[in-house]
């Protein structure tokens, strides 16, 4: 990470090497951090700040069900997948964790055929041992489509 969300005057840059940036974090999704089914969303890793994530989600036949646009299972499981990946720009990298609630609100559908949608998560505040943040799902056009608050517990 190199430098602070130029939106956001709370995130500063990060000046510790061990900090995770995109690389890093995209070799967390690739690895073995997540499970199988999470790498097969075949989220990438787009933006990194301190204590905020932006991950792309391709929209294949895979992600979309019956009706034709993307499932509320993979927005989900992305949002979660993307909060992982801010908090661990907040710990230094990667830290044993666990979702204690996920709480999502389905704004409007994506498309099956809108190529990508764009997800990301921000730390609202890191306690000790829980870490609160929300997430935001949002179609190619950057229309919002879904929005999550989360709570996670550090383990």
Same mark, same amino acid.
């Given at each position: 990470m ?8 709370a ?7 061990r ?9 967390l999704?690739?690895?073995d951090?997540?499970?199988p ?30 009706? %034709? ?5 993979a927005?989900?499981?992305? *949002? #979660?997948?993307?909060?992982? +990946?801010a908090?661990?720009? &907040? =710990? ?14 389905f ?9 990508q ?9 890191? %306690? ?6 929300e997430?935001?799902? *949002? #179609?190619?056009r950057g229309? +919002?489509?879904?929005?999550? &608050? =989360? ?5």
């Open positions: 190199s430098s602070a969300h130029p939106d956001s005057p995130n500063t840059a990060i000046d510790d090497p900090d995770p940036d995109t690389g890093t974090l995209q070799a999704l690739d690895g951090t997540f499970a089914w999470v790498r097969q969303l075949q989220l990438r890793v787009e933006q990194v700040f301190e204590g905020e994530v932006q991950l792309a989600l391709p929209v294949t036949a895979h992600h979309v069900h019956g009706a %034709g646009v993307l499932c509320g299972q927005m989900m499981s992305a *949002a #979660d997948t993307a909060m992982v +990946l908090v661990c720009t &907040t =710990t230094g990298g990667f830290t044993p964790m666990t979702t204690v609630q996920l709480h999502t609100s704004l409007r559908p994506i498309s099956g055929d809108s190529g949608a764009r997800v990301t998560a921000r730390v609202l505040r890191k %306690g000790e041992s829980l870490v609160f943040g997430i935001e799902v *949002a #179609d190619a229309a +919002l489509a879904a929005h999550a &608050t =989360t709570t996670y517990a550090l383990l």
